[in-house]
Structure formats: structure tokens, C-alpha cells
């Protein structure tokens, strides 16, 4: 067999659709003549190769793989017909001795041939796993910690940084572009929800966030029941319901209500089916409780240009709902004011710049494993409340 040239390599890989580099070319021919393969031999084993590695294009790298594959296979094949030489030449029969010498002959009797361990294959041996004892996850665990309420370093300063700085803090004066937060509660057990306010005033943006505690039983902290989050959807809807009026200067309709005249209403984007995929054809507008008991409408978005919509999403929308039977025929979607302060600019904020800014920083976890109510966290907040920071970062 003549040895494959350039050429020959390079027609191979084409007519095999492969992708070779041009530079690995020369050791394709070398690989053929160390192992005595012919183009179209080495393509279609360089495809089977390529294909169980994942590899797109050969390489000078991949092709050093490749020989150390094909290095292997040579050395199972070597081993394999010597070992088939050896059997041949070594008698399979064993004859008693003292049988030989009388010349009885007595039954052959023939032994399994052991199985000869195959030499190693020619590659850089795999480096041994060192056992992690100390730091693998199995042994890994978090240390022990004491009761939090037996502490005894609650509240004590470890190091001090800028010291000086305190002597510039006045804990009852307040910026002039602070954040006023409204708190509300009647028991020690509680909720919370929050609700951000925004207005101008005198070209400062200024804003209000109201904390409402709602009284009840005990509650679990990181839990909410499913009536519960009904009852917080319902009422983030009425809100903004509420905003929308104040805003628009207008009194929103009632979701489902009929009407031959242009109407406004407010309410959730949800999908007609439970488990559907929202798209332009099956999108309902599902109104608060308060006003409208629940009820859902099917929108026409027919000669709306474009709407991006998701379920859940709170929208105002004006358009003309007919007959109960029918789609409500939306005309636009109502554009609606941002609830979070607008940036303050720049020169303002120089202004009122007369302190420092303080900033609280808090690691977690905020609770033990054995305290799911979640005490630490709660004694951040208390102390957060009486120092006052411009800044909680948890």
C-alpha cells in the first residue's frame, strides 16, 4: 500500500464532510504511515473519534488525542494475538504421571487460560485524588453556636473606623432628601407590607414609605398562606386603582361592567387558561374585589400597536366594552407614573448634603437553626429604628 500523500488526506476528510485544519494536514500523513492506515481509513476512524469527543474541527491537539486512541488500540490488538499464539503452542492437556509411564491413556482434561493483563495505555497517567477530610461537604459542618438570647458580647464594638466622624452625627436631625418612613402597628405579632409613595415638591422629589404592621396571630416569619397573598394582590390592585384616579383625575369603571362609551379600567393581566402561555389572543383583565368582585374580560388587542404584558402585570386600560359576549375592545393602555422617587439632581443633592452619611451593613444568616423567628433580624431593625441610618445593606 502506498503511502497516502497531503492530498489524499485532505480528499478523504472532504468526502467525508470533516473540517481540518490546514496545518494538521502533515500529521495525518504521519499518522497513516506510523500505523499503517490509508486516508480513508484514518477519516472514517478520525469521524467516529471526533463524534464520541465532541470535537468539530481537527487539530494538532485533537489529532495528539486521536494517536494516543489509535496507540491504544494497536497495543489491545498486539495483545490479543499474542495471546492467541501463546494458546496455540501451549498443550491444553494434562496427563498423570504415573498413567505416562504405563501408557494409559486417560481423559484430556483442559484448563481455562488465565487472562493476561493488558499493558497500559500510552497517555500521562491520571493524577490520584487526594481524600479531603476536613473540608468535604460530607464532613463539612457548620460549627456548633450558642443560644443567641445567653450571649454575652451583645452590642460590643470590636474596632473603630473614622471616629472622628462621630462627633459631626446628629441622630435627631434628618437630611433634607431622607426617606420618611410611616410605621404603623397595634400588636407584637405582625406583617408587614410596604408601600412606596412619591411626589415634587419645589422641584425636590422627595418620597414616603409606609410600613403597615397588620395585627393578628403569631405568624411565621418567611411564610404567607394562600389566602393571605389573595388578600395582599387584591389590595396592591386597589392601590393602584386608587393612584391611577388621583393621577388621571377620573373615577375608573367597574371590570365587567357593559358600557357603549369609552371606559377606563384598572386591573391584573392574567391568561384564560390556568396553565397557558400567554400571548395576544388569550390575554384577561381580572379587576379588584372592591370594585368589581373579581370579574375577567377578555381584550381585543387588535389596534393596540404593541404591548408588553406578562400575568400579574397592573394596568390601566381605556376601551370600549359593548356586550358581555364579546371582547373588550382596548383603544391604548394608560401610561403610568413611576411610584419610586425620581433621582434628585445632582446640585440638590450637594445642598443638602450637611452630614454624613451613615450606613448600616449586615451579614447573614439573620437567624440561628434553631430559631425560626428570626431574633437577630429583628434586633437589627430595632436597633436600625433608634440609630437611624441613611443606609441598610443586608
Known amino acids: 500500500m502506498s503511502t497516502p ?75 490479543k494475538r499474542e495471546t492467541k499464539e501463546t494458546l496455540k503452542g501451549k498443550s491444553m492437556v494434562k496427563k498423570e504421571p504415573l498413567a505416562s509411564v504405563y501408557g494409559i491413556h486417560l481423559p484430556t482434561v483442559h484448563e481455562t487460560p488465565k487472562k493476561r493483563q493488558a499493558s497500559a495505555s500510552f497517555q500521562s497517567p491520571d493524577a490520584k485524588m487526594a481524600k479531603a477530610s476536613v473540608f468535604s461537604p460530607s464532613s463539612f459542618q457548620s460549627p456548633p453556636s450558642a443560644e443567641y438570647a445567653s450571649r454575652a458580647n451583645a452590642g460590643e464594638v470590636v474596632d473603630s473606623f473614622n471616629t472622628s466622624l462621630k462627633s459631626q452625627i446628629n441622630v435627631d436631625g434628618v437630611r433634607g432628601d431622607a426617606v420618611k418612613v410611616e410605621c404603623i402597628h397595634t400588636d407584637t405579632h405582625m406583617s408587614m407590607s410596604v408601600i412606596p409613595l412619591s411626589y415634587r415638591d419645589d422641584e425636590i422629589s422627595k418620597s414616603n414609605v409606609r410600613i403597615i404592621m397588620h395585627a393578628g396571630a403569631a405568624n411565621n416569619f418567611m411564610y404567607t398562606s394562600m389566602s393571605d397573598r389573595a388578600i395582599a394582590l387584591d389590595q396592591l390592585l386597589v392601590d393602584f386603582q386608587t393612584r391611577m384616579e388621583a393621577q388621571l383625575a377620573i373615577d375608573c369603571g367597574a371590570v365587567g361592567d357593559p358600557s357603549p362609551s369609552h371606559v377606563t379600567v384598572c386591573g391584573r393581566i392574567v391568561c384564560e387558561a390556568p396553565e397557558g402561555k400567554l400571548n395576544a389572543s388569550v390575554v384577561q383583565l381580572e379587576g ?80 440561628p437553626h434553631n430559631d425560626p423567628q428570626y431574633q437577630p433580624l429583628s434586633d437589627l431593625i430595632a436597633v436600625a429604628a433608634k440609630q437611624k441610618p441613611d443606609v441598610v445593606i443586608l
Open 5 to 79: 500523500t497531503a492530498a489524499d488526506v485532505t480528499a478523504a476528510f472532504t468526502n467525508n464532510s470533516l473540517d481540518i485544519k490546514q496545518d494538521a494536514v502533515a500529521t495525518c500523513v504521519e499518522l497513516c504511515k506510523e500505523f499503517a492506515l490509508s486516508a480513508e481509513s484514518l477519516a472514517e476512524q478520525w469521524d467516529v473519534f471526533a463524534m464520541n469527543a465532541s470535537i468539530q474541527v481537527a487539530t494538532i491537539d485533537s489529532l495528539g488525542r486521536f494517536r494516543a486512541m489509535l496507540f491504544d488500540q494497536t497495543n489491545k490488538r498486539a495483545i
Open 288 to 367: 379588584a374585589r372592591k370594585y368589581c368582585g373579581g370579574q375577567r374580560v377578555l381584550l381585543d388587542l387588535s389596534q393596540v400597536p404593541a404591548l408588553e404584558a406578562f400575568p400579574g402585570k397592573l394596568v390601566a386600560v381605556e376601551g370600549i366594552y359593548n356586550d358581555s359576549r364579546h371582547p373588550m375592545q382596548v383603544k391604548r393602555f394608560i401610561e403610568v407614573r413611576s411610584l419610586f422617587p425620581e433621582p434628585v439632581p445632582f446640585a440638590v443633592t450637594i445642598a443638602n448634603d450637611t452630614a454624613p452619611v451613615r450606613i448600616f451593613t449586615a451579614a447573614g444568616p439573620f437567624t
